[in-house]
Nanobody, 126 residues
């Protein structure tokens, strides 16, 4: 079982920045997939960015490429994931969720992710 806890959400004006964190705990062994999803009000949950914990791969949705950066802690535990969000836009307003899985085929397919955090709210005003 894996537990995920997000933090770092808040309210900012358009053009501002925020950094989200996700701390993972529990049974994590070997290479893992970790991701950020978001769910705008009244819309479906969508993938934003993902990585593999071996450092080999990162993935981004087209809507955030060049503005968001996903990374993980560099200590031996590698149990914290970050999402640096720059040049935020009102359309980035959403609840942001951390997700984890031991293996994923379709990286932003919600159904393939086993573990989810409770979410952290990001609100961007114009």
């Amino acid at each position: 079982q894996v537990q995920l806890v997000e933090s770092g959400g808040g309210s900012v004006q358009a053009g501002g920045s925020l950094t989200l964190s996700c701390v993972a705990s529990g049974y994590i062994r070997g290479k893992y997939y970790m991701a950020w999803f978001r769910q705008p009000p009244g819309q479906e949950r969508e993938g934003v960015a993902a990585l593999t914990t071996d450092g080999a791969n990162t993935y981004y949705a087209d809507s955030v490429k060049g503005r968001f950066t996903i990374s993980q802690s560099q200590d031996n535990t590698k149990n914290t994931m970050y999402l640096q969000m720059n040049n935020l836009k009102p359309e980035d307003t959403a609840m942001y969720y951390c997700a984890a899985a031991s293996h994923v085929v379709h990286i932003f397919s919600r159904e393939e992710w086993n573990y989810w955090g409770q979410g952290t709210q990001v609100t961007v005003s114009s």
